[in-house]
């Protein structure tokens, strides 16, 4: 049964398909440079024509016999160019025969070389058609007419290199006469049925095909044999059961206008028609694919409409660019009233209210500029329901472009807010009243810290006094004994200077403390990485004996606040990394940051110091808490708390992660130097924009 080349209306562009197209298409292109270098270098002359004798190709053989060069311009284009004027006229009537039957008897007659003279030559024709039946080209091949002696070493050459030929070619060629006695078989047919083209060549074409193939194609045999061309595909299986798929034609062989035998000739498409079969079950699954995509767009569709349909304090409709409605929804209708004929075409305008009194945005068309330009668009103010009565909206325009950003229209979602502007109008008499009572407690509060201010001064004027005279009476006595003091003596002395200045220290962090919370915040851009290198510079110059590896995050971003303020809390911060670190022979500190999900960033200082149990740190960051006894590590307790209250006044936060034994990191949030600054417009915004 005869089955299309290539499925109709498949194409294919698959990553397997075009592997296979290339792979095909190389493996012809070497076949066919393989066939032309050989025909060039054939030891006969070989030609090829269209219907009008133009000549397609000539080979090198014959262009030498003739005397000319390729490049030559009085190279001969034609088959009535390149004979002898007398045999033209018959030159042509054997093309036409040619054409019309697809057999031509060969002529001895006379080229004309290059200077002139003629050579004695015997020109032989075979036609070339399409799998319609219509003539090609032709194919012509010139032999040296020469004494009768080498008549039969020519043809010997002829046939040797016919079989050449035939041999490097992928088809699998036949020559058959008209009792079906094999010809002729190139290796490719022989090696078929496991022959040589020898053992062929005298069998039956009973002897060769299969019973059960040969009653196949007996009746296409005997077309071609009545003298019609026969092109077909056919299903093959191989002796390992691979199936196999080629391309079938049947040409008869006219001589004298009689068929004398047929041409067969097979071309294995067996990987084409396995790609074909890639792309129909790739296109029946996309297919499916597409239905099912399609039932659910539809089912999404149907969804989408009854939740439109049925909200009740919310419309959708949608307009063009340049507000006018083109759908009206039934939510849209329940709201305003309106029917779906009495909008459909009108400007969304007839929807607004003309008195807003200040209240909201009242230029339409300003607003639908804004929605296409910024995408969305928010309004608020009066709206009209069709019996003429007013009610508080909220409005929300949206551009709605496709995939290549063009403009489809906007939708707009209105909100019923009638209550809600009832309610806001009381909240704006509440909050008057709030504001009014937070600026007399502000007043209250004013007086109190300056009441703080005050006990502050005097606390720190009247304890460091004492602590100042306790510190050089200590020293005036350490003097006074000498080296001839009692040890036990000079242990109460040290423990005495060591409280006192302790003490002091400690006054100091209260009032630093206290004044942290009352210091006004200079905010302004603060570069973290020379911040930090200030910083870590001090500290290792500190700590020279000490080995630590500093592991400083490469592009640490720049923040908002106060400089100085920032250093004091990441040098606090560091410092109790580099002294939680002491009891390790290599210490390792680590700087870096993240971006906070919820906005600013995120910074984390690590080290691999002795850590602290976190589940007993309730007091982490209160003042002269610690976590560790001040025999083991220095301090006062301090540090934590004013970088606590440094990072809470820039309107961060600051944890702890840790384990006793396992370091310690903590984290700290910053705002971030670098956001896009939010629009803010006020109220009456567009009104604003619209005298702009």
């Not at 197209?21 to 269209?50: I, M, N, P, W, Y």
């Not at 030159?91 to 004309?112: I, K, N, Y």
């Not at 022989?190 to 059960?212: D, F, I, N, T």
């Not at 779906?340 to 003309?354: D, F, I, R, T």
Request: aromatic content about 8%; hydrophobic content about 40%; glycine content about 6%.
């Amino acid at each position: 049964m005869d089955t299309p080349i290539c499925p109709d209306g498949k194409d294919t562009a698959a990553p397997d398909c075009e592997r296979l197209l290339k792979e095909r298409t190389h493996a012809l292109e070497t076949a066919l440079q393989s066939a032309r270098s050989l025909c060039d270098q054939a030891s006969c002359g070989l030609l090829s024509f269209d219907a009008g004798q133009q000549f397609t190709h000539i080979n090198q053989t014959l262009l030498h016999w003739l005397g000319h060069e390729r490049q030559d311009s009085s190279l001969p284009t034609s088959l009535r160019e390149l004979v002898a004027p007398r045999w033209r006229e018959q030159v042509t009537a054997q093309v036409e025969q040619l054409r019309l039957t697809g057999h031509a008897d060969a002529l001895e007659l006379e080229l004309v070389r290059q200077d002139g003279s003629l050579l004695q030559a015997r020109l032989s024709f075979t036609p070339v058609f399409d799998s319609e039946g219509q003539f090609q080209l032709g194919n012509g091949l010139v032999t040296e007419v020469m004494k009768n002696s080498g008549a039969s070493a020519r043809n010997d050459a002829s046939e040797s290199l016919l079989r050449s030929i035939t041999n490097r070619i992928p088809a699998r060629l036949a020559y058959y006469d008209k009792d079906l006695i094999c010809r002729f078989a190139n290796d490719a047919h022989a090696s078929r049925y496991g022959k040589q083209p020898e053992e062929m060549v005298g069998s039956h074409l009973s002897q060769v095909v299969r019973p059960e193939i040969l009653s196949d194609i007996l009746p296409r045999v005997a077309q071609a044999l009545s003298g019609q061309a026969q092109t077909f595909e056919a299903e093959r299986v191989a002796a390992d059961g691979t199936r196999n798929y080629f391309e079938v034609h049947y040409i008869p062989d006219f001589q004298n206008g009689e068929v004398e035998g047929i041409f067969i000739e097979l071309h294995d498409i067996s990987e084409r028609r396995r790609t074909e079969e890639f792309v129909l079950h790739a296109n029946q699954d996309l297919e499916e694919r597409v239905r099912e995509r399609s039932a659910e767009l539809f089912a999404s569709e149907q969804r989408y409409r009854l939740m439109v349909d049925a909200i009740q304090d919310y419309c959708v409709y949608f307009v063009d660019e340049n507000g006018t409605v083109t759908e009206w929804s039934e939510s849209a209708q329940r709201l305003h009233g309106h029917t779906h004929a009495q909008m459909v075409g009108k400007s969304y305008e007839v929807l607004l209210s003309p008195d807003n009194a200040g209240e909201d945005e009242i230029d339409p068309g300003q607003v639908l500029r804004l929605a296409k330009a910024h995408g969305q668009w928010e309004t608020r103010g009066w709206r009209l329901r069709e019996d003429g009565s007013r009610f508080w909206a909220h409005t929300v325009l949206t551009a709605l472009r496709n995939e290549v950003g063009e403009l489809q229209g906007l939708s707009s979602i209105t909100r019923d807010m009638t209550a809600a502007k009832s309610l806001e109008d009381v909240m704006n008499d509440l909050n008057r009243e709030l504001e009014k009572r937070v600026a007399e407690r502000t007043q209250q509060l004013v007086a109190a810290n300056k009441d703080l201010d005050v006990f502050s001064h005097m606390v720190s004027h009247d304890l460091r006094a004492p602590l100042r005279h306790i510190a050089s009476f200590v020293t005036l006595l350490q003097e006074e004994l000498g080296e001839n003091a009692d040890p036990l003596v000079r242990q109460y002395q040290n423990a005495i200077a060591k409280a006192s200045k302790r003490m002091s220290q400690m006054i100091e962090g209260l009032l630093e403390y206290a004044r942290l919370g009352r210091v006004a915040i200079e905010s302004q851009p603060v570069p973290l990485a020379p911040l930090l290198d200030g910083v870590i510079a001090h500290l290792k110059q500190e700590n020279a004996q000490r080995r630590i590896e500093w592991v400083i995050d490469s592009d640490l971003p720049i923040v908002r606040g106060d400089a100085m303020l920032l250093a004091q809390a990441w040098g606090n911060l560091l410092d109790n990394a580099v002294k939680y670190t002491r009891t390790r022979d290599e210490a390792r500190i680590e700087v870096g940051w993240k971006v906070n999900p919820v906005g600013g960033r995120t910074f984390y200082i690590t080290d691999n110091g002795v850590g602290f149990d976190l589940e007993k740190a309730h007091n982490l960051f209160v003042m002269f808490q610690r976590q560790h006894h001040s025999m083991d590590f220095e301090g006062t307790g301090t540090g934590l708390a004013l970088s606590q209250r440094i990072i809470e006044r820039h309107g961060g936060r600051i944890w702890a992660e840790t384990a006793p034994g396992e370091g310690c990191t903590f984290f700290f949030t910053l705002p971030f130097d670098g956001m896009e600054p939010e629009m803010a417009f006020p109220e009456s915004a567009m009104a604003e924009l619209s005298m702009a």
